[in-house]
Nanobody, 121 residues
């Protein structure tokens, strides 16, 4: 059974930082694109960041460029999202995603259940 399990969400003040982790199990994701989407209340789910298997291709949404950093450790089947300079508008449920194709184009084979990130002003 394939699982993506997120962790690291929580409540933080504006300007603070959080690090999300997504651990994959059930298969080897070393050749997969992995990354993050988010969904704020009343809004559609949106792309945040993605990284290919080697780390040579990384893409970010414009709204998080310069503040968020995505990375992965294939030995641990884990992808990370370091979030700095957080803003109240970053408040959302953050979902881990994986696919053999670039997930920023909506090709999502696997989803995690999400972790809540709340940024207070």
């Amino acid at each position: 059974q394939v699982q993506l399990v997120e962790s690291g969400g929580g409540l933080v003040q504006a300007g603070g930082s959080l690090r999300l982790s997504c651990a994959a199990s059930g298969r080897t994701f070393s050749r997969y694109y992995m990354g993050w989407f988010r969904q704020a209340p009343g809004k559609e789910r949106e792309f945040v960041a993605t990284i290919n298997w080697s780390g040579s291709s990384i893409y970010y949404a414009d709204s998080v460029k310069g503040r968020f950093t995505i990375s992965r450790d294939n030995t641990k089947n884990t992808v990370y999202l370091q979030m700095n300079s957080l803003k109240p508008e970053d408040t959302a449920v953050y979902y881990c995603a994986a696919d053999q194709r670039n997930i920023m184009y909506g090709n999502i084979g696997y989803w995690g259940r999400g972790t809540q990130v709340t940024v207070s002003s």
